[in-house]
């Protein structure tokens, strides 16, 4: 089954200046996300790899009425999934670099996404590169 996200904001960005540009987008648009309901953070059209630069949009699974093209992930099955607090996310993707770095996870850079639930769990999915 399909996930399909539906973006509210979208911005070209690099880890150089991602910090500070993704925080204020979150405050700037997350009113605008519907209530009750879980968000995305999504990382997509990368360049290469987390190092160069990459599309980020905050989204939901709710459909929204914007200009920016729905985002459509095929199969779930191709992802390993981080799951933390929203205040230890920022140690997960460190967890995350640091595995790809060491050869024990062997990134697809398609979308990649965090997924924000009510509760304070937030899962970040990569995709992965299929096994033969």
Same mark, same amino acid.
């Given at each position: 089954?399909?996930?399909?996200?539906?973006?509210?904001?979208?911005?070209?960005?690099?880890?150089?200046?991602?910090?500070e540009i993704i925080s204020?987008?979150?405050?700037?648009?997350? $009113?605008?996300?519907?209530?009750? &309901? !879980? !968000?995305?953070?999504?990382?997509?059209?990368?360049?290469?790899? &987390? %190092?160069?630069?990459? $599309? @980020?949009? /905050?989204?939901? +699974?709710?459909? %929204?009425?914007?200009? /920016?093209?729905?985002?459509?992930?095929?199969?779930?099955?191709?992802? +390993? *999934? @981080?799951?933390?607090? *929203?205040?230890?996310?920022?140690q997960t993707?460190?967890? /995350?670099?640091?595995? +790809?770095?060491?050869?024990?996870?062997?990134?697809?850079?398609? *979308?990649? @996404?965090?997924?924000? &639930?009510? $509760?304070?769990?937030? +899962? /970040?999915?990569?995709?992965?590169?299929?096994? !033969?």
């Amino acid at each position: 089954m399909a996930l399909k996200l539906y973006p509210i904001v979208q911005q070209r960005l690099n880890n150089n200046i991602a910090n500070e540009i993704i925080s204020t987008l979150w405050q700037n648009n997350l $009113d605008k996300l519907p209530q009750g &309901h !879980c !968000c995305y953070g999504i990382y997509f059209n990368y360049a290469t790899n &987390h %190092l160069a630069d990459y $599309d @980020f949009a /905050i989204a939901s +699974e709710v459909v %929204l009425e914007t200009d /920016i093209p729905v985002i459509e992930i095929e199969d779930l099955s191709f992802y +390993e *999934v @981080f799951r933390c607090k *929203v205040d230890e996310i920022y140690q997960t993707w460190q967890l /995350i670099w640091k595995k +790809e770095q060491q050869g024990l996870l062997k990134r697809a850079y398609s *979308v990649d @996404f965090e997924k924000y &639930h009510s $509760d304070g769990l937030v +899962e /970040i999915y990569i995709a992965v590169v299929p096994h !033969c």
